[in-house]
């Protein structure tokens, strides 16, 4: 049964929390030091390390209950981005995670945004998009506070204040995501045009590797509102998509997306997207 779950997750969130648990396990077993893995762009420009810019994002903590929040994140929040708004898309996800991580590796470069490890990023990034697409989904809290899912990065972030965790990784993922969504949402609704378009070479890779379902013609060109096969409700409104079963995240579930007639609907044109 587990066999069977596993091998129907979608690829990309799969491979990247099959590769966040693979390093930690490897970690807790002292296989390596975790020095060896970080973000420290003094090693990387003067011993010309370069594997640092990629291995710090597959690092969520050493074994804990937070580590085992933040996986089941992945498997709840990545695999609905990756199995609702971008099913049959691969190239336009995988797009998304490269363009989130090179936004963090961006933003680490001003020392107050240093860290070094941005996996948690990532994974916020995903929960943010992920709560702009499912604006309406009901979250509860630990079973003691409801929320819509449109708040919901805040208050994880909230609680890793009262708990103690650092919060800069979660602020970098919000950021991320923000610029995600504006540039893929926010700016084609409001300009007709969209700038971040998912690049030729990633279609290529997604139909070379067969990863997923690659698009059937990369790269088109930018028609308004042709990106999503349906209409998307955003701030204040429903989805066109349901939420998903809730997947054990262990930290909030939600339900199922009714839509929504009141005026209160911010965007009820299609989203422009990736590809699009």
């Known amino acids: 049964m587990e066999n069977w779950f596993y091998k129907s997750l979608p690829p990309v969130?799969?491979?990247?929390?099959?590769?966040?648990?693979?390093?930690?396990?490897?970690?807790?077993l002292g296989l390596f030091d975790l020095v060896d893995i970080a973000l420290l762009y003094e090693l990387v420009f003067s011993h010309f390390q370069v594997w640092r810019l990629i291995t710090n994002f597959f690092f969520l903590g050493k074994f804990s209950i937070n580590f085992g929040i933040r996986l089941l994140m992945i498997a709840r929040y990545g695999v609905q981005l990756e199995s609702?708004?971008?099913?049959?898309?691969?190239?336009?996800?995988l797009w998304m995670m490269i363009f989130g991580a090179l936004t963090l590796l961006a933003l680490s470069l001003i020392p107050f945004f240093r860290s070094p490890f941005l996996g948690i990023s990532i994974v916020?990034?995903?929960l943010y998009i992920w709560s702009r697409e499912f604006p309406n989904a009901n979250i509860n809290i630990y079973g003691l506070v409801t929320l819509k899912a449109f708040y919901l990065p805040w208050a994880m972030?909230?609680?890793?204040?009262?708990?103690?965790s650092p919060i800069m990784p979660d602020l970098l993922g919000i950021i991320a995501g923000h610029l995600y969504y504006f540039l893929t949402v926010l700016h084609p609704l409001a300009t007709g045009k969209n700038f971040l378009k998912t690049p030729i070479w990633v279609?290529?890779?997604?139909?070379?590797?067969?990863?997923?379902?690659?698009?059937?013609?990369?790269?088109q060109p930018d028609n308004a509102g042709a990106a999503f096969r349906g209409r998307y409700y955003r701030v204040g409104g429903a989805t066109a998509y349901p939420a998903q079963p809730d997947r054990g995240s262990g930290a909030a579930t939600t339900d199922t997306?009714?839509?929504?007639?009141?005026?209160?609907?911010?965007?009820?044109?299609?989203?422009?997207?990736?590809?699009?």
């Open 13 to 28: 969130s799969k491979a990247y929390g099959t590769a966040c648990l693979v390093l930690t396990t490897a970690c807790q």
């Open 203 to 219: 279609h290529k890779l997604v139909m070379r590797w067969k990863i997923g379902a690659p698009t059937a013609t990369p790269a």
């Open 157 to 164: 972030l909230g609680l890793d204040v009262i708990f103690g």
């Open 124 to 126: 916020f990034m995903l």
């Open 84 to 93: 609702g708004p971008f099913q049959r898309r691969t190239a336009d996800f």
């Open 257 to 276: 997306v009714q839509p929504d007639s009141s005026s209160g609907v911010a965007f009820r044109g299609r989203s422009y997207r990736l590809g699009g």
